[in-house]
């Protein structure tokens, strides 16, 4: 809260320049923020634009924080897109998906908007996990990369894929590894940032436990894999602190990633693994 009083410490929101003052921004010290998620059902608890809503606030959190860091640098938010492939649970109301390619095009034409008038750095803001989505955000990345010779990053799949969150997040006295989707840890953010967005149901809901890493699941839908209220994990256990905490660390690991990006230090990656996985199926 003390950082929104800073009123010199502010956000350009690139929806309210004008071509001119976009031209005037320095090409070596403008970072841009683009957040990218869809919409998408998250149980009969939380609004369909969790994704979306938590990669646009982290996005403008990580913004302020990178400035205090580097006064030097400006952080250049872009309006965020909502969209993104969400094939696994488009059978509810308020899932909208697109295919792998078509994040992939929208992707890249951010960065050739960007890229072509000489800009050099990207951060893109995603908060949705699914391979396919990652796919298209990461094809569009390399082409970007080469063509334009810019410094792009995507900073949330590589710290997602990995266990750092396990190391890191508070001990809690359950296994979180079962938190797949709208559950404790999602419902516990929402309950922070927007707790009047969160239905009072879900202190009700039952645990629903379900594997998503299994080949013979790609390709089915929730519906079809039993999972009729469109959540995985145990949305009633939601806490405050713990929504905190994570909203936190999301910023921490874009801040950390954008610095990286800015001083040309190497930048996380997404494990071999999950690359494959990548390749082999979407
Ligand atoms: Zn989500």
């Not at 070596?28 to 990218?36: D, K, L, M, T």
Request: aromatic share 14%; hydrophobic share 35%; proline share 6%.
């Amino acid at each position: 809260m003390e950082r929104k009083k800073d009123k010199k410490n502010k956000v350009i929101h690139l929806e309210e320049f004008s071509w001119k003052q976009i031209n005037e921004l320095d090409r070596e010290r403008s970072v841009f923020f683009y957040p990218i998620s869809p919409l998408e059902e998250h149980g009969p608890h939380l609004p369909v634009g969790t994704d979306l809503m938590t990669a646009r606030d982290t996005a403008e959190e990580s913004i302020r924080l990178l400035q205090m860091k580097k006064p030097e640098v400006k952080g250049i938010l872009l309006p965020p897109t909502p969209i993104g492939y969400s094939k696994i649970n488009s059978d509810f109301p308020g899932t909208f998906t697109v295919s792998p390619r078509v994040v992939k095009e929208v992707v890249y034409s951010v960065i050739t908007a960007l890229g072509g008038q000489g800009f050099r750095y990207l951060v893109i803001c995603t908060f949705h996990m699914n391979l396919g989505h990652l796919k298209g955000i990461y094809q569009a990345m390399k082409l970007g990369r080469k063509r334009y010779n810019m410094y792009i990053c995507e900073p949330w799949g590589p710290y997602f894929y990995s266990d750092k969150i396990f190391e890191r997040e508070p001990k809690l006295g359950f296994d979180t590894t079962k938190e797949v989707h709208g559950g404790f840890r999602e419902t516990s953010l929402m309950k922070y940032q927007y707790p009047y967005l969160l239905d009072e149901n879900y202190k009700n809901l039952q645990s629903i436990y379900r594997d998503l890493n299994s080949p013979r699941i790609y390709g089915k839908t929730f519906k079809e894999l039993g999972l009729k209220e469109g959540y995985i994990g145990s949305p009633a256990r939601a806490d405050v602190d713990y929504g905190r905490w994570y909203f936190n660390e999301i910023v921490s690991v874009i801040v950390e990633e954008a610095c990286n990006l800015y001083d040309g230090k190497p930048i996380s990656d997404l494990p071999k693994n999950i690359k494959r996985i990548m390749k082999l199926f979407f």
